[in-house]
């Protein structure tokens, strides 16, 4: 009789768990802003799947929020410089150009095209507070931190040069393999995310921003946008 009473608490306190769990499978888009002048906003894909742990059966109010998703970072940017036979690099405009080219100080002009692509699996821990607006729709805002670790990278890198009095200009292009040994593989930082449920469906807008940064004098904002079912 013991172990009968026994198993059926057990019971009732994992169905309780379970009540209290939620996971929301998200497909969406990430996009990477950094400090360059010179550097396009990149729009990678982001699948993932969310866990909240809700302290009610209710499902609302406070929750531990976290998950596991994959995500791409992609950097691009492109420079045109004038090189001065003082060795001297300007950006290039029809200005200087016109300058350096009539006093003769023009050595060759340099136009550069850099794309790269990381690819990370991301953990958050946040706390979560969901309201509910009625009975099938809620809003959310949950606050916190992340962790990513890098599993894949690669880019490529073309440069043309042009010199003054030659009929073609000098092309290169090379792979930039997946190694980035300069980049640490690790990142962290403060993310937070606002969600918008409509029944069983929910959208996400979240922020990160990375403190562990490839360029420590150059931010990272992480802007995702995603599309979940809740189960």
Known sequence: MR?????????????TL??????????????LKTGYDNA???????????????????????????????????????????HTTDNGIYPLDKYASADFFQNGKAD?????????????????????????IDEHYAVALSVGGYA???????????????????SKPSYTEKEEGGSF???????????TKVSLYAHKMVVNCGYDLNLLHWDTNKNQHLISLGV???F
């Not at 379970?18 to 996009?31: D, F, H, I, N, R």
């Not at 040994?181 to 993310?191: C, I, L, V, Y």
């Open 181 to 191: 040994p300069s980049d640490t593989r690790w990142e962290a930082g403060f993310s």
């Open 40 to 82: 396009s906003v990149g729009v990678s894909p982001r699948v993932g799947v969310g866990l909240d742990y809700f302290f009610n059966q209710n499902e609302n109010n406070w929750a531990v929020s976290s998950g596991l998703y994959f995500y791409q970072k992609k950097q691009m940017s492109s420079a045109s410089l004038l």
């Open 228 to 230: 979940g079912y809740c």
């Open 108 to 132: 060759h002009y340099q136009f550069i095209q850099d794309k790269s692509h990381r690819e990370y699996l991301q953990l958050p821990v946040m706390v979560k507070y969901k309201y509910d």
């Open 148 to 166: 990513a670790y890098r599993i894949g990278s690669g880019g490529t890198y073309k440069e043309t040069t042009f010199r003054p009095g030659e």
């Open 3 to 15: 172990k009968l009473i026994s198993l059926l608490v057990l019971l009732q306190a994992v169905c």
């Open 18 to 31: 379970g009540a209290q769990v939620k996971l929301t499978p998200e497909v969406g888009v990430s996009m």
